[in-house]
């Protein structure tokens, strides 16, 4: 990437990983370091490809395999389990989980939180409210 005046523009670390974790997407399995600076362009040095393959590698979010002297590189998940896993580490990292999981439980929307109540089998929150209600007006408390 080139900034003003031609020179290359330095690039965060969280772009180069996402850049790195793109092209490792699109690879038809699991490729080596070389592989990945190739399609990006050789506008990154090899020793760098490498060192973002690690620290993807620490997070989780990528998984390496020997192959020859080298290693082969792949995604450790598909989109939507790396962005549930960048949940769970938001959720590892503070103290009060109960109290970080009801807040983001309240701020989801009427058809998310329909679709989290399906995924865990849960009945409709609608339908608990109702038999909730009836069971008060029932038993003359309502």
């Known amino acids: 990437m080139r900034g003003r005046g031609g020179r290359s523009r ?3 670390q969280g772009e180069l990983e996402a850049l790195v974790l793109a092209t490792l997407r699109q690879a038809p399995g699991p490729v080596t370091a070389g592989w990945v600076q190739e399609r ?7 020793t760098t490809v490498v060192t973002i393959l690690s620290r993807l590698l620490a997070k989780g979010t990528v998984v390496r395999e020997r192959t020859g002297r080298s290693f082969a ?5 598909d989109e939507a389990g790396l962005a549930a896993l960048r949940m769970r580490r938001v959720l590892e990292g503070e103290a009060d989980r109960e109290a970080v999981l009801a807040s983001f439980v309240t701020a989801l929307s009427a058809d998310d939180e ?9 009945p409709d929150g609608d339908q608990d409210r109702d ?3 009836d069971r008060d007006e029932g038993s003359g408390g309502g």
């Open 40 to 46: 990006l362009g050789g506008d990154l040095a090899y």
């Open 10 to 12: 330095r690039r965060g």
């Open 131 to 133: 038999r909730d209600h």
């Open 114 to 122: 329909r679709l989290l109540r399906d995924l865990l089998g849960l």
């Open 73 to 77: 590189w792949a995604p450790a998940a």
